[in-house]
């Protein structure tokens, strides 16, 4: 009888087969997944992050990377990897001119630190990948593609992705570039509405924002071609990659688009030891202020300067905060790396990723505090009024 029910066991071991696996679970998002895998998911151990690192140890687990591959939106294996904060570095020293030799001149000086930068950098890890819409002549783009090397370069002892993407489009190709942007980014502006209306002086781009993954796309109008307000595009929209990695540019409005300017224009305004590009941009960006702003500026009026920076220093992205501080943030921008240097200015991008607020790490960065800076920055603008003429 025992023998008889031992088979009986065996028998229902190997026919009755055991339950089902449950299938892996699916996430909407990363924070969703996130909330459950605070590391991520890796389809395997020897998954490599391709983004910016170092990152914390995913959980490997195949099943669960499959069922979410949607999510791992630079396609290196490793799904909503987390970012491990590095180590604060150690302030650098000043190499400009300190906020006390401020004066009119002191452009040149910035504009020498850029170079410097620059010419120290290097590009030789980067892939740079083109993609080029249909209707855009790729011959078009010579002097962005040198742009961006210079760019690269420029921030590469900070922030040196494995891979950047570039994504050129004309006013003909705002459909395709609207479906590129949807599929890569998980974003679809209305690009086609932007085409029609700047027609051939078509210049819209963004910066992805997210972190992760560095891509932007540009769109290069028919009417554009090497103009320096053009070419500065690219470099501009690096910068912003730079500073999307540390999260700044969700936060803060002058200090995001007025860096990004100032070093775009910097880059993109090649060969101006006389400052007449220069110039010509700030004159341009000027109109950016609106006529009354302007005026007021123009006149020397200081309490305005002062007032718009403290209204743009935080990130209510208004459509008058971004246009502004293409004049005024960019500005400041100037002060800072003509009195601190490249590399202070790369510093204190970097701390914006603590959980402190602008002030804070603006004093650390610059021994400084904002409103007093803000009466520089007004000093400086005052001592220009050609910029006006």
Same mark, same amino acid.
């Given at each position: +009888?025992?023998? +008889? ?37 890796? +389809? ?80 030789? =890890?980067? &892939? ?22 210079? *760019? ?79 070419? =500065? ?27 990004? *300017? ?30 009354? &702003?302007? *005026? ?16 743009? =220093? ?35 991008? +970097? ?32 001592? =220009? ?5």
């Amino acid at each position: +009888m025992k023998k +008889m029910l031992a088979v009986a066991v065996l028998f229902s071991l190997i026919f009755s087969g055991s339950p089902a696996l449950a299938a892996p679970a699916k996430f909407a998002n990363c924070s969703a997944l996130l909330k459950k895998y605070p590391n991520g998911i890796a +389809m395997s151990a020897k998954s490599t992050n391709k983004g910016n690192g170092p990152v914390a140890k995913p959980r490997v687990d195949a099943g669960l990377y499959n069922a979410n591959k949607k999510l791992d939106t630079d396609k290196d294996g490793i799904l909503c990897e987390k970012v491990v904060k590095a180590a604060a570095p150690s302030q650098s020293e000043v190499t400009g001119a300190g906020l006390d030799g401020i004066n009119k001149e002191s452009w040149k000086i910035a504009q020498a630190a850029v170079l410097k930068a620059v010419a120290s950098g290097t590009s030789s =890890q980067a &892939n740079f990948s083109f993609v080029v819409g249909p209707k855009l002549d790729s011959a078009r783009l010579a002097s962005r593609k040198t742009a961006l090397d210079s *760019a690269y370069k420029l921030w590469s002892k900070w922030f040196a992705p494995a891979t950047v993407e570039a994504i050129y489009w004309s006013e003909n190709d705002a459909a395709w570039a609207e479906e590129k942007l949807a599929t890569g980014w998980n974003y679809r502006p209305n690009l086609q509405a932007i085409a029609a209306a700047e027609k051939g002086n078509c210049g819209s781009a963004g910066a992805n924002g997210d972190g992760r993954s560095a891509s932007f796309h540009e769109c290069v109008g028919s009417n554009l071609e090497n103009i320096p307000s053009s070419v =500065q595009t690219t470099p501009h929209e690096y910068t912003h990659l730079f500073q999307n990695r540390y999260g700044g540019c969700a936060l803060y409005d002058w200090y995001c688009e007025g860096g990004a *300017a100032y070093f775009g224009s910097t880059l993109g305004n090649v060969n101006d030891t006389s400052g007449a590009k220069r110039l010509a941009q700030l004159r341009l960006w000027s109109n950016n202020l609106g006529e009354a &702003n302007k *005026a007021s500026i123009a006149a020397g009026d200081k309490q305005t300067v002062i007032r718009l920076l403290t209204e743009w =220093q935080g990130g209510s992205h208004t459509r008058d905060a971004i246009a502004g501080s293409y004049f005024l943030g960019n500005l400041a921008t100037e002060v800072l790396v003509a009195a601190f240097g490249v590399e202070r200015w790369a510093e204190f991008t +970097m701390s914006l990723a603590g959980p402190s607020d602008f002030d804070y790490y603006f004093k650390r960065s610059f021994g400084i505090e904002t409103q007093t800076f803000y009466k520089i920055v007004a000093d400086y603008v005052a001592e =220009q009024p050609e910029i006006f003429r």
